[in-house]
C-alpha cells in the first residue's frame, strides 16, 4: 500500500478508509449478534465501536460531508490506495470469521483461528493508519498525530485478544 503526498490521493484514501471502517463496524457488530459468549461479544463490540470512531475522527479531520454517499472500499479506485492485497487480506479475514460463527466457537482449534484472524484484521487496520501517518508527517501535516493514536489504540485490541486467548485456551 501507497499513498503519494498529493492531496486528492490523500482525499481519495480517506473516503476509502472511513467507508472501509463504517462497513467494518456493521460487520463486526453483526458478528457480535452471534456470538454467545460474553466477553468474545464485548471484544467484537469494542472494535466494531473503534471502527465507527475511527471513521467519525476521519469526518472531523479531513472535513468530509457525512451526507456524502460513501464509496465502496472495495471498488477499484480504494485499491489503488488502500492496496489490491491489503483488501484481499481483509477479504479473506472477514470470510473466514464468518465461516467461524456458523461453527461453534468453543473448541480451542476454532477460538485459536478465529483469534488469529481478529489480530490479522487488527494488524492491517494499524499499518493502514500508520501508512498515512507517515505520509502526513513526511508533508509536515500535524493531523498525523492523531493517525499515530488512532494506529495505537491497536496495541490495546492486540493485549485484549491475547489476555481474551489466554483466558479461554489456558
Same mark, same amino acid.
Given at each position: 500500500m501507497s499513498i503519494s503526498a498529493s492531496s486528492s490521493n490523500i482525499e481519495l484514501w480517506v473516503y476509502c478508509f472511513r467507508a472501509l471502517m463504517l462497513r467494518s463496524s456493521e460487520a463486526k457488530m453483526k458478528f457480535?449478534?452471534?456470538?454467545?459468549?460474553?466477553?468474545l461479544k464485548s471484544m467484537m463490540t469494542i472494535i466494531a465501536l473503534d471502527h465507527k470512531r475511527n471513521a467519525q475522527i476521519l469526518e472531523l479531520l479531513f472535513n468530509i460531508d457525512k451526507d456524502k454517499p460513501l464509496v465502496d472500499p472495495m471498488s477499484r479506485s480504494? @485499491?489503488?490506495v488502500l492496496g489490491r492485497a491489503t483488501l484481499e487480506n481483509i477479504r479473506k479475514a472477514t470470510s473466514r470469521i464468518r465461516e467461524l460463527l456458523r461453527e461453534d466457537i468453543s473448541s480451542d482449534a476454532a477460538l485459536e483461528d478465529f483469534s488469529r484472524t481478529i489480530e490479522q484484521l487488527n494488524d492491517i487496520t494499524?499499518?493502514?493508519l500508520i501508512?498515512?501517518?507517515?505520509?502526513? @508527517?513526511?508533508?509536515?501535516?500535524p493531523r498525523h498525530i492523531v493517525m499515530r493514536y488512532l494506529a495505537s489504540t491497536y496495541e490495546n485490541h492486540k493485549?485484549?485478544?491475547?489476555?481474551i486467548k489466554h483466558r479461554f485456551l489456558h
Open positions: 457480535a449478534s452471534k456470538i454467545k459468549d460474553p466477553v480504494c @485499491e489503488e494499524k499499518g493502514i501508512s498515512l501517518a507517515d505520509v502526513l @508527517e513526511k508533508m509536515g501535516d493485549k485484549l485478544f491475547l489476555e
